[in-house]
């Protein structure tokens, strides 16, 4: 089963057993730098500096991709190009959701309903395919703890694992400086055409801006 970058970060902030999120806003904006990253890897979307244009609205046959690039449509309001960090703003929260009902109609989650303190409803998508994530983390494993060579999407994900700090959720057990410093050498490798490299270069710039943000706006 192929299943998008987005859809592989959130599978693997996922508590197997439970199905609670785990770091949920690191999380959140690694899922939506994932659908961006997924549409410039398909030249839907290109990604210059602070800015995004889109380039192309025909659809690529993934539903969650092709619900994203029509959202990204209508809000660009005719503009040519919009802030990246304002779409990541926008939409994290919301891919989140969109991501998880994507792994929910592929089989791979559940979902359960809760209540938190008997009053608070609450969603939890607890593991129910086991051998998707498995050879995810396999293939991670194969990168940065063996040292392999990555493909253009592994090399990806790690970068966007990289880029929102995700790095000690992937890889609990590993060395950390060791798995750190792999992981910022794959994101910074020549694993991709030039254009979609700086694309990454340029949303790790801005998922950095919108975290810290956040982290101000709660503190």
């Known amino acids: 089963m192929t299943i998008t970058l987005a859809e592989e970060i959130m599978l693997l902030?996922?508590?197997d057993e439970s199905g609670a999120a785990k770091q949920r806003e690191a999380a959140g904006?690694?899922?939506?730098?994932?659908?961006?990253?997924?549409?410039?890897?398909a030249g839907r979307v290109s990604?210059?500096?602070k800015h995004l244009?889109?380039?192309?609205?025909t659809a690529t046959g993934q539903p969650l991709l092709d619900t994203r690039l029509q959202l990204l449509e209508t809000w660009m309001r005719?503009?040519?190009?919009?802030?990246?960090?304002?779409?990541?703003?926008?939409?994290?929260?919301?891919?989140?959701?969109?991501?998880?009902?994507?792994?929910?109609?592929?089989?791979?989650?559940?979902?359960?309903?809760h209540k938190v303190l008997g009053v608070f409803p609450t969603r939890r998508h607890p593991e129910a395919d086991g051998s998707v994530e498995r050879e995810l983390r396999d293939r991670l494993d194969a990168v940065v703890l063996a040292g392999a060579e990555p493909d253009e999407r592994t090399a990806g994900l790690i970068a966007l694992i990289h880029s929102a700090k995700l790095g000690r959720l992937v890889f609990p057990d590993a060395p950390r400086k060791?798995?750190?410093?792999?992981?910022?050498e794959v994101a910074?490798?020549?694993?991709?055409?030039?254009q979609v490299r700086k694309a990454i270069r340029d949303m790790q710039a801005a998922m950095a801006a919108v975290?810290?943000?956040?982290?101000?706006?709660?503190?």
């Open 13 to 15: 902030s996922l508590d």
């Open 29 to 41: 904006w690694a899922v939506a730098g994932g659908i961006l990253l997924e549409l410039v890897m």
């Open 47 to 49: 990604v210059t500096g």
């Open 53 to 57: 244009e889109l380039t192309d609205t």
């Open 78 to 113: 005719g503009k040519s190009r919009r802030r990246v960090t304002d779409w990541l703003t926008k939409d994290h929260a919301k891919a989140v959701g969109a991501t998880l009902e994507s792994l929910r109609d592929r089989g791979v989650v559940l979902e359960t309903r």
């Open 178 to 184: 060791e798995t750190a410093a792999r992981l910022a």
């Open 188 to 194: 910074d490798g020549q694993w991709a055409a030039e």
């Open 211 to 219: 975290t810290v943000v956040t982290i101000a706006t709660v503190t």
